[in-house]
T-cell receptor
Framework: SQQGEEDPQALSIQEGENATMNCSYKTSINNLQWYRQNSGRGLVHLILIRSNEREKHSGRLRVTLDTSKKSSSLLITASRAADTASYFCATDGYSGAGSYQLTFGKGTKLSVIP | DSGVTQTPKHLITATGQRVTLRCSPRSGDLSVYWYQQSLDQGLQFLIQYYNGEERAKGNILERFSAQQFPDLHSELNLSSLELGDSALYFC??????????????FGSGTRLTVV
């Protein structure tokens, strides 16, 4: 079952605009991560925010986390055509025996129009 | 190149057949995770191995099995294949079994088509 749910499912913007994607989750987490997937390719880790953090930046990426609302947002500023991809949020879940796995949402498909 | 190698990249096979997907983790990583990605189900966690031992199972069918070998490469075996098994299968690796704290490194996937 999916832990994270991204919103919107698809987003189309002009190059240079900002893109905001949201993620909601159901249970408590240790951290929340965002990944990017170019069409048919593997996922690339973008940024991780821990449950005791509220905001984190990495280059043109800004992630916020609100644990009281069980939600996170990913902001990509000054978007480029190369940002066209699907973006997934992932939350960790304890599976027993000291192991954790990431559970992914279904993703937001971002299209940046040149 | 992420450092995680998956072979083959593409696989077309008939219903009822058996296939093996292979994954070599990034150098130094001990944990291997297998995920299935389909259009309707998204990314589903299948199974995790750490240093040769199974650590956790997710939504893995009984027709599917996996193992991790002493050299740390892993194989995912899919048998009695059905049309619905057509999907992208990803392998990811991380240094330890607790590395959902740090992020995974994904391979480029194997696209399986069952006809």
């Amino acid at each position: 079952s999916q832990q994270g749910e991204e919103d919107p499912q698809a987003l189309s913007i002009q190059e240079g605009e900002n893109a905001t994607m949201n993620c909601s989750y159901k249970t408590s987490i240790n951290n929340l991560q965002w990944y990017r997937q170019n069409s048919g390719r593997g996922l690339v880790h973008l940024i991780l925010i821990r449950s005791n953090e509220r905001e984190k930046h990495s280059g043109r990426l800004r992630v916020t986390l609100d644990t009281s609302k069980k939600s996170s947002s990913l902001l990509i500023t000054a978007s480029r055509a190369a940002d066209t991809a699907s973006y997934f949020c992932a939350t960790d879940g304890y599976s027993g025996a000291g192991s954790y796995q990431l559970t992914f949402g279904k993703g937001t498909k971002l299209s940046v129009i040149p | 190149d992420s450092g995680v190698t998956q072979t083959p990249k593409h696989l077309i096979t008939a219903t009822g057949q058996r296939v093996t997907l292979r994954c070599s983790p990034r150098s130094g990583d001990l944990s291997v995770y297998w995920y299935q990605q389909s259009l309707d189900q998204g990314l589903q966690f299948l199974i995790q191995y750490y240093n040769g031992e199974e650590r956790a199972k997710g939504n893995i069918l009984e027709r599917f099995s996996a193992q991790q070998f002493p050299d740390l490469h892993s194989e995912l075996n899919l048998s009695s294949l059905e049309l619905g098994d057509s999907a992208l299968y990803f392998c990811a690796s991380s240094p330890t079994h607790r590395d959902s704290f740090y992020g995974y490194t994904f391979g480029s996937g194997t696209r399986l088509t069952v006809v």
